[in-house]
């Protein structure tokens, strides 16, 4: 698969009127459905996903009908009918947010430890002495994601 994930920021939208949580994002802003859910059978629910290669199209399929979604884990192909992979862009980045959550945020405190500023590591309040001021604003945006993240006011 080629495309890349959908355009941020994302936020999930809840709706209890119509008991329903979605998950959008794109341009123009929150315009786009990344991911919702459907009814599955009688017993569960099923994930719809954007198709990406419709660039600002909001076509949603259910996963289980895209098998060019869905991949057998590497040396687990045997296992592919009951567990498999989710190759789509949007689910890799939803799974990859953890590591990319703490490689942000040590990348912060390392920096902050490599210059001497112990007591702002644990709150990454500092602006780095010597960066050039079209790197500040990327830092600061940095900074913001993580503290949306933790869910702290920014």
Do not use: Y
């Not at 599955?40 to 895209?66: D, F, P, V, Y």
């Not at 602006?127 to 993240?149: H, K, S, T, V, Y």
């Amino acid at each position: 698969m080629t495309t890349t994930h959908t355009e941020g920021p994302w936020r999930w939208e809840f709706n209890a009127e119509h008991r329903s949580v979605s998950l959008v994002g794109g341009r123009p802003q929150f315009d786009l459905t990344v991911m919702d859910f459907t009814r599955w059978g009688m017993a569960g629910a099923g994930i719809r996903l954007r198709e990406l290669s419709e660039r600002g199209m909001n076509l949603l399929h259910k996963l289980h009908e895209r098998p060019d979604w869905i991949a057998p884990f590497p040396g687990r192909e045997h296992h592919k009918h009951w567990r498999a992979d989710v190759i789509h862009p949007d689910m890799r980045l939803i799974a990859a947010a953890p590591a990319l959550f703490k490689a942000l945020d040590d990348l912060f405190t390392d920096m902050l430890i490599a210059q001497g500023n112990m007591r702002d590591a644990a709150k990454h309040d500092h602006r780095w002495e010597g960066c050039a001021d079209e790197i500040q604003p990327r830092i600061d945006a940095a900074r913001a994601a993580l503290a949306n993240a933790k869910g702290e006011a920014q």
